[in-house]
């Protein structure tokens, strides 16, 4: 059973900057691709960025420029956000495919940007 926890959300001032967390554990023998998703109220699940398994990497138009998708050797992504605006507030989720179509989802954590 694949578990992906996202940690690193919470409350900051528009400009400021956070750094998201997905802890990936359990039987992962493929990854194909790693991504980072996002629901604001009343809104649709939108992508925000994404890495395929040879590193390239994809992001919303709306985040260019401020947002970096990485991952470590441990099956951890992570999103660092900058020059946050009160329109990236949302409940991020971790998202991981496999070779073999299976698809994962975290719980999401509250990222809310506010003065």
């Known amino acids: 059973q694949v578990r992906l926890v996202e940690s690193g959300g919470g409350l900051v001032q528009p400009g400021g900057s956070l750094r998201l967390s997905c802890a990936a554990s359990?039987?992962?023998?493929?990854?194909?691709?790693l991504a980072w998703y996002r629901q604001a109220p009343g809104k649709q699940r939108e992508l925000v960025a994404s890495?395929?398994?040879?590193?390239?990497t994809n992001y919303a138009d709306s985040v260019k420029g401020r947002f970096t998708i990485s991952r470590d050797n441990a099956k951890n992504t992570y999103l660092q956000m900058n020059s946050l605006k009160p329109e990236d507030t949302a409940v991020y989720y971790c998202?991981?495919?496999?070779?073999?179509?299976?698809?994962?989802w975290g719980q999401g954590t509250q990222v809310t940007v506010s003065s």
């Open positions: 359990g039987s992962i023998f493929s990854i194909n691709a």
């Open positions: 998202n991981l495919k496999t070779y073999t179509g299976a698809e994962f």
């Open positions: 890495m395929n398994r040879s590193g390239s």
